[in-house]
């Protein structure tokens, strides 16, 4: 059993999704590289712009990633999604290379305040990704908002049913 | 045209409707009586029994009668909704990680050619 458990944590590099509390999310994943490298990925816009929207997830594409990682520094990303822009913006409010970066969520008005941090695992990299929300309202439409489809994409199925009518 | 199966129908007709989204919002963060849904949502006792009658179809909403009151709670479709959410969120980042594991690849390898040739 102990031997399963360790082998487990060991082989460990899937991604793993928690409803934390009523106003958090995170998402965990061990990388097979040290913090300092992985680090580099998410704070040098040219090589975050490689990964951060991967083309398997289909029908968006990041048309433009500007992004200065300090403390007090901007980001801006830009989506296109079938012919539509989007845009995602904030503000890094603490910056320490190798150890964590947060930043704002300003497109919205009840956006969530996002952590990432790096920590050093026998030469791998544990990161933690960190949504924490202004409200359990918000995080609930967060998740209402989306998957769970019940605005938008129902507003787009009433109106291909009301159509076919 | 394209063609749905009638379940489907079923609930996305259910959820055509404005109220009845606000009910299984409202049934997501907590159970509630008919009565409490009516006043709520400023309807006639009548009018909420039909929402729900709809929902109750569709299986996004249970109800069950205790007493003299019938309380209503999100329904087996209504509840998978935050799951798949987080499954979706999941599987989002999941495809990032992986695209993210190949550059790290690249990364090191980068790294070694530069100290070999060093």
Redesign the interface.
Known sequence: MDQQANSGAVAHNRTAVERKSERELVVTRIFDAPPSMVFRAWSEAELFRRWWMPRSVAGVSLLSCDMDVRTGGKYRLEFGMGGDTMAFYGKYLDVVPNERIVWTNDEGEEGAVTTVTFEARDGKTLLTFHELYPSKEALDEAMTGSAAGLPEQLDQLEEMLSNRE | ??Q?SASL?LS??A??DATR?GI??HL??ADASITSLAQKFQMTLTGMKKHIAVLERAGLVISEKVGRVRTCKLGPSGLE??A???????R?????????????LE??QE?EDGSASE
Not at chain 2, 92 to 104: G, K, Q, T, V, Y
């Open positions: 045209m394209v749905y129908d996305f007709a959820l055509s989204r299984i919002d997501a963060r909704a935050e798949k959410w987080i499954e979706a969120h999941r989002l980042f999941d495809a990032r990680f992986d695209a993210l594991d190949e550059l790290i990364m090191k790294e």
